[in-house]
């Protein structure tokens, strides 16, 4: 009875160690390898870089005053449209006291000069009307007194612009009413009833009254990396991305490349500009940010593989195409245009060859 189970032990023990065995061979079996492919395919190849930057009008117009003073009425708003000669805001001159007390004695002048020559013109006159004088001698008396008359009404328009800002006979055109210089939207009023504001002269800018500009006349204002701005050239397309109007995209040509780069964050940036195309019903607002497409060089309707499947020897590209059951050869091929993620097939394969993904493989 022992041996009999002294046999079975041992058969139970040999059963273990050769399913352990068993066990641990599977296991460690390694899994064949098997490659995905892809084929080429066709499609558009757009090489482009970008440009970082924003939307602004064309033109834009600060409106300063030419005159000191006070804002004593706001006429228009953010928003407004307004056609050029539009009144903005009008200004209440705050006099400067000798101005003014020059303007008053200069008037007080003229009155006098003027009751002096009325005087000698009445007296005149009668010797005249009597012909006990010339004509020859009477003319310099008429003469006189009409020289003191304009002498007064030039001196009386002249206290009425300092104290004013214009004369009864200028109101039209008073300095006091700051018009607009151009048609167009404004995009802000910085003053408010009750500002001072200071007149544009040689020595200042003046206080800016409003900003208008053309909404319809846009630019995109932008700078590109130096290492690309030698592939750019004016009249190029540019498609605009803008951050606030997902929906849309927007076309652009080229107009200016600035000769002379910016450094900026250790990099040479250049500025560039471009006419933004709007359509009828398209409206965008000033300083929006925007990223522009510009599109270097393209290829349309061609066949294209992704670059991943490319693989290189010396200045050789080929790529695996599968020949059988994940079997693959090498092929030779020569490339066009690459956008970075699809590259142009112009020689080497077709659309109907499977080509290996030689770096994503797969276990079984």
Do not use: C
Not at 63 to 73: A, D, L, R
Not at 100 to 121: F, G, H, P, T
Not at 297 to 326: H, K, P
Request: aromatic fraction near 6%; proline fraction near 2%.
């Amino acid at each position: 009875m022992k041996k009999v189970l002294r046999i079975v032990f041992l058969v139970v023990v040999l059963a273990a160690m050769g399913y352990t065995l068993y066990y641990l061979f599977e296991k460690n079996k390694e899994s064949p390898l098997v490659y995905n492919t892809q084929t080429a395919e066709i499609t558009n190849i757009i090489k482009k870089t970008v440009a970082t930057g924003s939307i602004i009008p064309r033109r834009e117009i600060l409106i300063k005053p030419m005159i000191s003073g006070i804002v004593s009425e706001v006429y228009v708003e953010a928003g407004d449209y307004v056609k050029k000669g539009d009144v903005l805001a009008k200004i209440r001159v705050v006099p400067n006291m000798v101005a003014l007390n020059n303007a008053e004695n200069r008037v007080n002048q003229s009155k006098i000069e003027v009751e002096q020559a009325k005087i000698d013109y009445d007296r005149n006159m009668k010797l005249y009307e009597q012909k006990v004088i010339s004509d020859a001698t009477f003319q310099p008396f008429k003469l006189r007194m009409r020289t003191a008359e304009e002498e007064l009404v030039s001196a009386e328009n002249n206290l009425e612009i300092v104290k004013e800002g214009a004369s009864k006979s200028g109101k039209s055109t008073s300095n006091t009413l700051i018009r607009s210089t151009i048609s167009g939207m404004v995009l802000d009023v910085p003053v408010k009833e009750g500002n001072s504001v200071i007149e544009s002269n040689n020595f200042n800018d003046g206080t800016t009254v409003a900003n208008i500009a053309d909404m319809k006349d846009m630019i995109f204002e932008g700078k590109v990396d130096e290492s690309e701005v030698g592939k750019l050239h004016e009249g190029m397309t540019l498609i605009l991305n803008i951050g606030a109007i997902d929906s849309d995209r927007f076309e652009a040509r080229l107009e200016y490349i600035a000769p002379k780069g910016v450094e900026e964050n250790g990099a040479i940036q250049f500025l560039v500009k471009a006419a933004v195309t709007l359509k009828e019903d398209q409206f965008v607002r000033a300083g929006y940010s925007a990223t522009a497409d510009v599109v270097l060089d393209r290829r349309d309707s061609v066949l294209a593989i992704d670059e991943s499947l490319l693989q290189f020897e010396a200045d050789t590209a080929f790529v695996e195409v599968e020949t059988g059951e994940q079997q693959f050869e090498k092929r030779e091929i020569k490339l066009g245009l690459s956008d970075g993620i699809k590259v142009e097939i112009l020689e080497g394969i077709s659309s109907e060859d499977k080509i290996k993904e030689w770096n994503m493989p797969e276990k079984g």
